[in-house]
């Protein structure tokens, strides 16, 4: 059985006590970023950075780091994109006999546009699909329906609402057009709501339950065969996470990751998020900008699983990066400060604010966890993540 499958049913059988979570990485961004997607090559020239002259990872670059975490096997679901699935799925049939679960961009609307030089993200959203079903299933326009798939059974859709009528009936009609679509095609999806890509005329006050409420609306008129396997939202704060868990305990609520940020930024999302009821963190460009792709998803896995602090395991994941040798992109002081996450793809969700944290937490040769010594560990993630 999949991962994501076992602990589904466990959240919905055991809603207030069971302790599974579900953490995806999100490697689709080659549907919102096109060239840039995967990533600056690192170490990158200092002279060519001065002249804001990057090199770019190339594809394969890009796929050959979704198969080492797919090796790694602690993360859920791997969510690509329609022509990532058919490569790494499809072809090379990754997946199977492992535990995570591949997963599609299911439509690329207007807002994860985020190509150079364009501006349509300033725009409000509108939606739109290049990705069919049966391509994301078998890689073809109609799938043969007494066939196993070889692709993915699971996609993700999102939608944006700006308070624009007209835009967000279109937004919600083409999500009703996709349900339908989905439910023939025996297609499960999770639920992206992204915050509003555009000016709302909404006080900053209002808007956690603009979108909790739109949420909520979007998804009474649908019974139990079309509705989202689980939501994926920008973390809003406790309020408004508490808020949407306690209407209906079967909605599974996750949480996505945003822009980069910190390493503490992400560690200390994924843990409050989870006290906060969240079961799923989906973490795309958190873990393809950090140093060390698979040492960062093991520390959310311990995080999650109670191992760990958060503070601790931004000391803990400094001390692997100087095991390996790898330089890290801040000081261990300036990777301790808590920013404002941007909430979409193009990185709005206004000026940061920074917040350093007490140096409450015990430095790395001193940390303790149930896995054993911060010594103990490096040994085990060096032998792991490569000499």
């Known amino acids: 059985m999949k991962s994501l499958d076992a602990k589904i049913t466990d959240i919905r059988k055991n809603p207030s006590g069971s302790k599974a979570f579900i953490i995806a990485d999100a490697k689709d961004a080659d549907m919102a970023f096109g060239i840039t997607a995967p990533g600056q090559k690192r170490p990158m020239n200092p002279e060519r950075v001065l002249k804001s002259e990057f090199h770019w990872k190339t594809l394969e670059e890009y796929r050959e780091q979704i198969r080492g975490v797919i090796r790694q096997g602690l993360v859920d679901i791997m969510l690509l994109s329609a022509s990532n699935v058919e490569q790494l799925a499809m072809k090379e049939r990754l997946f199977e006999?492992?535990?995570?679960?591949?997963?599609?961009?299911?439509?690329?609307?207007?807002?994860?546009?985020?190509?150079?030089?364009?501006?349509?993200?300033?725009?409000?959203?509108?939606?739109?699909?290049?990705?069919?079903?049966?391509?994301?299933?078998?890689?073809?326009?109609?799938?043969?329906?007494?066939?196993?798939?070889?692709?993915?059974?699971?996609?993700?859709?999102?939608?944006?609402?700006?308070?624009?009528?007209?835009?967000?009936?279109?937004?919600?009609?083409?999500?009703?057009?996709?349900?339908?679509?989905?439910?023939?095609?025996?297609?499960?999806?999770?639920?992206?709501?992204?915050?509003?890509?555009?000016?709302?005329?909404?006080?900053?006050?209002?808007?956690?339950?603009?979108?909790?409420?739109?949420?909520?609306?979007?998804?009474?008129?649908?019974?139990?065969?079309?509705?989202?396997?689980?939501?994926?939202?920008?973390?809003?704060?406790?309020?408004?996470?508490?808020?949407?868990?306690?209407?209906?305990?079967?909605?599974?609520?996750?949480?996505?990751?945003?822009?980069?940020?910190?390493?503490?930024?992400?560690?200390?999302?994924?843990?409050?998020?989870?006290?906060?009821?969240?079961?799923?963190?989906?973490?795309?460009?958190?873990?393809?900008?950090?140093?060390?792709?698979?040492?960062?998803?093991?520390?959310?896995?311990?995080?999650?699983?109670?191992?760990?602090?958060?503070?601790?395991?931004?000391?803990?994941?400094?001390?692997?990066?100087q095991s390996l040798g790898v330089t890290a992109h801040r000081s261990l002081a300036d990777d301790m400060v808590l920013t404002s996450a941007a909430t979409s793809y193009g990185g709005s969700g206004g000026g940061k604010k920074t917040i350093t944290k007490p140096d409450g937490a015990p430095a790395p040769a001193e940390l303790k966890t149930g896995a054993g010594s911060v010594t103990e560990q490096l040994a085990r993630l060096r032998k792991r993540f490569g000499e």
């Open 97 to 321: 006999g492992s535990h995570i679960t591949p997963a599609a961009r299911a439509n690329d609307a207007t807002d994860i546009w985020v190509v150079r030089g364009a501006e349509y993200i300033k725009q409000p959203s509108r939606p739109f699909r290049s990705a069919t079903l049966d391509h994301i299933k078998c890689g073809e326009v109609e799938c043969d329906p007494d066939a196993p798939h070889t692709g993915a059974d699971l996609g993700l859709y999102s939608v944006t609402f700006t308070n624009n009528f007209e835009r967000d009936y279109e937004t919600l009609r083409a999500f009703k057009e996709f349900r339908e679509e989905a439910e023939r095609k025996n297609f499960r999806y999770f639920l992206e709501v992204f915050d509003p890509n555009v000016e709302t005329g909404l006080p900053p006050e209002k808007l956690d339950g603009f979108i909790n409420d739109h949420i909520i609306r979007s998804l009474a008129g649908v019974t139990q065969k079309g509705r989202p396997l689980f939501l994926k939202i920008a973390w809003r704060g406790p309020k408004a996470m508490e808020e949407l868990v306690a209407y209906d305990p079967q909605m599974i609520v996750g949480i996505l990751g945003g822009s980069a940020g910190t390493t503490y930024d992400a560690f200390k999302l994924i843990a409050d998020a989870q006290k906060y009821g969240a079961r799923v963190a989906l973490f795309g460009r958190k873990i393809n900008n950090a140093e060390a792709p698979l040492a960062f998803i093991e520390f959310l896995r311990r995080i999650v699983e109670g191992a760990i602090t958060p503070e601790e395991a931004v000391k803990a994941y400094h001390g692997v990066l």
